[in-house]
């Protein structure tokens, strides 16, 4: 099996933290959902405001102010997840050396912290996204595998991108 894209990098805890903010902040449909709730609470204001009835509108503006703080609340204990399931994977050293490769049949991640790589079947992938310093691949398993932008030392990231975009719409064909 030859090697088209090879990706190492120390990874450290700002993977993940880019990972939850993904997840639960940046993604597209958190940013609809965020956004949609702060213009409710802001309508709700201004009908507060103009109109009166202030106890039933300030009841609603008081669970949309609940239902921010509920979603910001999931962030933080995933992050604080995160960080304990990190420091245990890492045995508190802070950082391990990744490397992701990518054949024509097989995506595999190997870690200083694990004996064995784990091999994936480019059947599986189902997403790719990007965050601010990473290119993330999600599987059917629902597991995700970081791939650092201007860390490859096999292949180029634009025709990485490609190729998994590629794999991923042909995993879509398949399963329909």
Do not use: W
Request: proline share 2%; hydrophobic share 45%.
């Amino acid at each position: 099996m030859e090697p088209k894209f090879i990706n190492r990098f120390k990874r450290t805890f700002e993977v993940e933290q880019e990972l939850y903010k993904y997840l639960h902040i940046t993604s597209p449909t958190s940013l609809a959902c965020i956004i949609i709730l702060i213009l409710a609470i802001a309508v709700n204001l201004a009908m507060v405001l103009a109109v009166g009835l202030v106890y039933a509108n300030l009841a609603v503006f008081a669970m949309g102010i609940i239902v921010l703080f509920v979603l910001l609340l999931r962030y933080y204990l995933a992050i604080q997840a995160g960080k304990k399931r990190f420091a245990e994977e890492t045995n508190n050293k802070g950082e391990i050396t990744i490397t992701e490769t990518l054949t024509d049949e097989l995506l595999i991640s190997d870690s200083t912290a694990r004996e064995d790589p784990i091999e994936v079947p480019l059947s599986h992938l189902k997403k790719l996204f990007s965050t601010k310093n990473y290119h993330m691949i999600q599987t059917d398993e629902r597991m995700i595998y970081a791939f650092k932008k201007d860390a490859f030392t096999v292949g180029a990231e634009a025709e990485f991108l490609a190729f998994v975009h590629q794999q991923i719409e042909n995993n879509k064909r398949r399963k329909k």
